[in-house]
Every structure is written in structure tokens, then in C-alpha cells.
């Protein structure tokens, strides 16, 4: 079956296999096409925007709170009044510094949505792609099935000419052959459907490297990162340091700073001209609106910030726990699949063929063991593809995908 399928795909086959250090990266084509993807993909490139706009946003924080201003007055009456002035209120509450440590958090956060929309998005994408593989392999091996169905109904046909077979067995040939037609056509349709979500993914759907021949290691062999460094956590842990610096923010902004303003210019009165400083300080009083409902909102969202980054906890860990067993299961069924009979479908089928033709088997003996060897390859196909799909939902949940695909080591002590 693995001779077939390599040959349908058409695609140069790179070996993965687990090193004596138990570190396994993606094949060379494989990581090529999710760096592409990156680069091209829209999601990807609206998570940078916005951690672009984080770190402007970070950028205003740093600057003063307050700007000068400039005050010029001129009177005509019997006092002839002309002066120029210049005020600033002063931060004396810190509001800057609050808005700065919020900001800073928000960059923080949106660092790691980044990072997760990276993940997610090749995640996604390599999901996708192994599910394309095993389409374009379902469909390969569709086709031969096709063709077999075809040969099967040719020698019918000769052998009720001759008088070997019934003419029931002969319609049951033909039965056979317009089955696997209309099997075939729904495999195409899954194919392209397959394909249809890989573009949506973006990335250049055109040039897809080949599934490795050889399985994925055992999950034992990547170490997952601890809770504190995976993404998820570091996210939940920023949102959770900007709310609680929104409160700081909240009531930093409910105290008053006061303006200090400076004033010089000249009075006269008649024949006397005098020149005039003076000097005041105002600071406003927070009476209609006191600026604690503000403090009051902030602090149910840094609530509700912490609850959320505990929920992301045990979400995370048990998102790694599940994605874990499931993987090691469906790859010893893939190990299993392969070290049996039951992926010999070539060999199989010629076997039967052979039988069918001396007369050791009858008719639909031949086509319910064909259709049995053919159903189990397809089995098999497609066991193999979410072994892949759970080893990159194991990878994502240890905070490694982006290791496996950038070809860094994953031992302890990355």
C-alpha cells in the first residue's frame, strides 16, 4: 500500500525519523511551505498589525500625559491690559507610569497572540494538508480500484462466453464495476474539497511535500514546555498584569494634578506703564464625577482576567494530557496496521485475482474479500493521516509546533 501511495502522490519523500536524542524536527519541504504560509497568510499578517499597534500604542503611553499651553491676552479700556502666559499641569499622581505598565502588559499579551495565531494558523494548515495527502492518496488507490473492477468485468464477460461462470455472475461484475464509479467520483469530491480547505488556509496549495514514510515518534520523545512558558498561559498571564494595571489606571485617573501657569506682560494706565508676573495654580475637583464606578469596572475585569487565566490552566493541561494518549494510541494502531497482512493490499489482490481465475473461489467470494482488502487499505490511509493530524495537536498543546517546524531541538531543556 505505502509503494502505491508514494507513487500516487507524485512528491519527493523526505524521511522523518526520531534521532538517538529523541529530537525531531519538520522535513525540509514541509517547513519551507508552513514558512511560506506564514508570510502569506492574512491571519498572520492582522496578528502582526496588531502587535504593531500594541507596541505604538506602548510608544504614546511613554510620552507626558499633559501639553503646555499658551494663553495671550489684550485688553483696550481704561486700563490698557496686554500679557502672555503659559501653563502645564503636572502628573503628581503617576497617571504615566500606570499607563505605561498597562501598555507594556497589552504588548506582552498580544506578543503571545502572535505566537498563537503562528501556531494555530500551521496547525490548522498541516492538518489540512495531511488530510489533502490522504485524499489525493484514497483517490489513487480509488482509481486503482477502478481499473480492477474494470479488468474483473472484461474476463466476466470472456469467461460466460465460454460457459466458466452464470450470467447472474456476470451482472454481478458489471454491479461491481458501477460501484466503485460512483465510489470514485465520491472520492474525487472529497479530494477537492480537501484541497478547497487547504487554499482557504493560504499558502501555495500546488507544491505539497509528501507525507514522510515513516511515522512520527512517540510522544515521549518531545517535552512539552512547563504550563508558565506555553503561549496560552503567557497570554492569560499579560491580560491578567494590563487588567490589573487598568485598575491602577482607573484610579490614577479620579486624582486631580494640578496646572500651574505663569503669566507676564505689561499694564498701563495713562501716562504709567507697569509690568505685571504673576503666578496660579489650579486643580479640579472631582465632585460631579468621582471616577469610582471607572475603578469599580477595571476591578471586575481584572476578576474575571484571573479567572480566565486559571480556566486557561487546567484547559492547557488537559488539553496536553488528551492530545497526548490519543496520539500514542493511533500511532501503535498505525505501527500495528503496518507490521500486519493487513496492509498488503497489493499482493492481496493479486492473490485473489489468481483464485477467482482457476475457479478456487466463486464470484462474489472474490468481490466481498476485494472489496474488504480495499476498504481496509482505505482504513489505513486514513488511520495514518490523524496519526499526523494528533501529532500536531500534540505538538501545539506541548508548545512545540513551532520547534518541530523551525528544526530546534525539543529536550529537556529548551
Same mark, same amino acid.
Given at each position: 500500500?505505502?509503494q ?5 502522490? &507524485?512528491a519527493v ?7 538517538a536524542s529523541?529530537?525531531? $524536527? ?7 511551505a /508552513?514558512r511560506d ?11 502582526n ?8 500604542r506602548? #510608544? =504614546?503611553?511613554?510620552?507626558p500625559? *499633559?501639553n503646555?499651553?499658551?494663553?495671550? %491676552?489684550?485688553?483696550?479700556? %481704561?486700563v490698557d491690559r +496686554?500679557t ?10 503617576g497617571? +504615566?507610569r ?7 502588559? @497589552?504588548v ?5 497572540? *502572535?505566537t498563537? !495565531?503562528?501556531?494555530?494558523?500551521a496547525?490548522q ?15 489513487d488507490l @480509488?482509481?486503482k480500484? /477502478? ?5 474483473f468485468?472484461e ?12 450470467s ?9 464495476? &458501477?460501484?466503485? !464509479?460512483?465510489?470514485?467520483a ?11 480547505a487547504l ?5 501555495d ?5 509528501a ?13 512539552a514546555?512547563s ?7 503567557l ?6 498584569e494590563?487588567?490589573?494595571a487598568?485598575v ?6 479620579r ?6 501657569s ?10 504709567r506703564?507697569d509690568?505685571?508676573? &504673576?503666578?496660579?495654580v489650579s486643580?479640579p475637583?472631582? $465632585?460631579?464625577n468621582?471616577? +469610582?464606578? %471607572?475603578?469599580?469596572?477595571? +476591578? ?5 482576567? *484571573? ?5 486557561t490552566?487546567?484547559?492547557i493541561?488537559?488539553t496536553?494530557r488528551?492530545?497526548?494518549?490519543? *496520539?500514542d ?6 505501527? =500495528?496496521f ?6 498488503a493490499?497489493?499482493?492481496?489482490a ?6 477467482? !481465475?482457476?475457479g478456487?473461489?466463486g464470484?462474489s ?8 482488502s480495499?476498504?481496509?487499505?482505505l482504513s489505513?490511509?486514513a ?9 500536531? %495537536?500534540?505538538?501545539a498543546?506541548?508548545g #512545540?509546533?513551532t520547534?518541530?517546524i523551525d ?8
Open positions: 500500500m505505502f502505491l501511495r508514494n507513487a500516487a502522490l &507524485g519523500c523526505v524521511l522523518l525519523a526520531a534521532t529523541a529530537e525531531t $524536527v519538520a522535513p525540509v519541504p514541509l517547513r519551507d /508552513v504560509l506564514w508570510a502569506a497568510s492574512p491571519q498572520v499578517q492582522a496578528a498589525a496588531e502587535l504593531e499597534a500594541a507596541r505604538a506602548a #510608544r =504614546a503611553a511613554a510620552q500625559v *499633559y503646555p499651553a499658551l494663553n495671550l %491676552d489684550g485688553e483696550n479700556a %481704561d +496686554r502672555a502666559g503659559a501653563s502645564l499641569a503636572i502628573d503628581v499622581t497617571k +504615566r500606570a499607563r505605561m505598565a498597562e501598555s507594556d502588559a @497589552g506582552r499579551a498580544q506578543e503571545a497572540a *502572535y498563537l !495565531q503562528r501556531r494555530d494558523i496547525a494548515w498541516l492538518k489540512a494538508w495531511s488530510g489533502a495527502i490522504l485524499a489525493s492518496a484514497q483517490g @480509488g482509481r480500484r /477502478v481499473e480492477l473492477m474494470r479488468r468485468d474476463l466476466a464477460a470472456k469467461r460466460l462466453a465460454v460457459g466458466d461462470i452464470s447472474p455472475e456476470r451482472d454481478l461484475a458489471g454491479l461491481a464495476l &458501477g460501484e466503485a !464509479q460512483v465510489q470514485q465520491a472520492l474525487e469530491g472529497q479530494q477537492a474539497s480537501a484541497l478547497a487554499t482557504a488556509l493560504g499558502g496549495d500546488r507544491r505539497l511535500p507525507l514522510p514514510p515513516e511515522l512520527p515518534p512517540g510522544s515521549d520523545t518531545v517535552h514546555l504550563a508558565d512558558d506555553r503561549p496560552e498561559l497570554q492569560a498571564r499579560a491580560e491578567q494590563r487588567a490589573e487598568g491602577t489606571v482607573a484610579r490614577r485617573a486624582l486631580p494634578d494640578p496646572t500651574f505663569l503669566t507676564g506682560g505689561q499694564v498701563r494706565s495713562g501716562p506703564t509690568r505685571v508676573i &504673576g503666578v496660579s486643580i475637583l472631582p $465632585v460631579l468621582t471616577g +469610582r464606578a %471607572d475603578i469599580e469596572a477595571a +476591578r471586575a475585569d481584572a476578576d474575571a482576567a *484571573y479567572a480566565n487565566g486559571r480556566a490552566r487546567l484547559r493541561d488537559a496536553l488528551q492530545n497526548a494518549l490519543s *496520539y494510541a493511533l500511532r501503535n494502531a498505525s505501527e =500495528a503496518r507490521r500486519g497482512r493487513a496492509s493490499f497489493e499482493d492481496r493479486k492473490t485473489l485475482e489468481r483464485l477467482w !481465475q482457476s478456487e473461489i464470484t467470494d472474490y468481490l466481498v474479500q476485494l472489496k474488504q480495499l476498504d481496509t487499505a489505513g490511509l488511520l495514518e493521516s490523524q496519526t499526523w493530524q494528533a501529532w500536531f %495537536d500534540y505538538l498543546a506541548a #512545540r509546533l520547534d518541530w528544526g530546534r531541538p525539543q529536550d529537556a531543556s529548551r
